[in-house]
């Protein structure tokens, strides 16, 4: 499976567009992670284990996106954009959203 973020492929013919293809994935916020980042708010600094999160996130959101485009018959997806966001959940806390979107796309073999 081909992902891209282009809108086209270098030496690959696109044989057919199979339509837009979706992916969200979400995570919940963890207590010890909330502490620990609250405190690198106020001293600065980079907080690793919400980036960890998030890598773990966007690689999540992708395989997700090719299983949904292999589905549909496709054998890449191009244009792809991954975006971040979150839900809040009141005072409870807030969840981690990722979600990818692309164009699901036969190429030529």
């Known amino acids: 499976m081909i992902l891209t973020t282009t809108h086209s492929l270098q030496n690959h013919e696109i044989e057919e567009y199979l339509g837009i293809v979706t992916a969200e994935v979400v995570y919940g916020s963890n207590a010890i992670r909330d502490f620990f980042a609250g405190i690198r708010d106020i001293i600065g600094g980079r907080t690793k284990s919400y980036e960890?999160?998030?890598e773990r996130g966007q690689q999540d959101v992708l395989s997700e996106l090719a299983q949904r485009a292999q589905k549909l018959g496709a054998t890449g997806v191009i244009g792809i954009k991954v975006d971040t966001g979150?839900?809040?959940?009141?005072?409870t806390g807030v969840l981690l959203l990722i979600t990818a979107t692309g164009t699901a796309v036969r190429v030529r073999a």
């Open 52 to 54: 960890r999160v998030f």
């Open 86 to 91: 979150t839900i809040n959940l009141d005072e």
